[in-house]
């Protein structure tokens, strides 16, 4: 089915282990977007790319990090995880960057970082 | 700074009683305000996106509104089904890209 994809789903790691979270999209969109969710903060953005090979850091960047060699993908690895990094993560993608323009959001990585 | 604040945290209500949320914002010129419907476990699903105060948008039992420096969702005679979280997001500012600021939510209960 076309749209936003995550995987995985569901993931538990330990302290100091890298992890990468995965986003794909079918929709040819060229922004897409990294946001994580937690209790009492709502979402956050952690990085966004305007198109392949174009990134740039959002909100609560660090920690983090984005690569974007394909369109379509957009993954998003913690280097050295930490229990502070224990949260849901969501994808997103627009079309273009114009006022008004719709966030699609993916169905979410929930990551238990032990 | 950009700000977004959405009261209340949560609100019960019985089947058919209706009422409404707040989201309230400090932004660097609005470019956009969402509302998103968020379902346990789920990603938010997109709702409305006003651009202007004065501007009314309406998707069955709800309705968004927009002035100046709030929005509010009403929602008429709510069903079970309408129970989910809510969440206030604006676009502010210049530059090429559409970032979100996204409120904190209110999760709705509409009890049968």
């Known amino acids: 089915d076309a749209g936003i994809t995550q995987s995985p789903r569901y993931k538990i790691t330990e302290t100091g282990r890298q992890v990468t979270l995965m986003c794909h999209q079918t929709?040819?969109?060229?922004?897409m977007f990294w946001y994580r969710q937690d209790l009492g903060h709502g979402l956050r953005l952690i990085y966004y790319s305007a198109a392949a090979d174009i990134t740039d850091k959002g909100e609560v960047p660090d920690g983090y990090v984005v690569s974007r060699s394909k369109t379509e993908n957009f993954p998003l690895t913690l280097e050295s995880a930490t229990r502070s990094q224990t949260s849901v993560y969501f994808c997103?993608?627009?079309?273009?960057?114009?006022?008004?323009?719709?966030?699609?959001f993916g169905p979410g990585t929930r990551l238990l970082v032990l | 700074e950009d700000q977004v604040t959405q009261s209340p945290e949560a609100l019960r209500l019985q089947e058919g009683e209706s009422s409404s949320l707040n989201c309230s914002y400090t932004?660097?010129?609005?470019?956009?305000l969402f509302w998103y419907r968020q379902d346990p476990g789920k990603g938010p699903e997109f709702l409305f996106t006003?651009?202007?105060a004065g501007e009314e948008k309406e998707k069955e039992r709800l309705k968004a509104t927009l002035t100046k420096k709030e929005s509010f969702l009403h929602i008429t005679a709510p069903k079970p089904e309408d129970s989910a979280t809510y969440l206030c997001?604006?676009?502010?500012?210049?530059?090429?890209?559409?970032?979100?600021?996204f409120g904190t939510g209110t999760l709705l209960a509409v009890q049968p």
């Open positions: 997001a604006v676009q502010a500012g210049g530059g090429a890209t559409n970032k979100l600021i």
């Open positions: 006003l651009y202007s």
């Open positions: 929709w040819s969109h060229s922004y």
């Open positions: 997103a993608s627009t079309l273009r960057p114009d006022p008004g323009e719709t966030q699609y």
């Open positions: 932004v660097s010129g609005l470019r956009g």
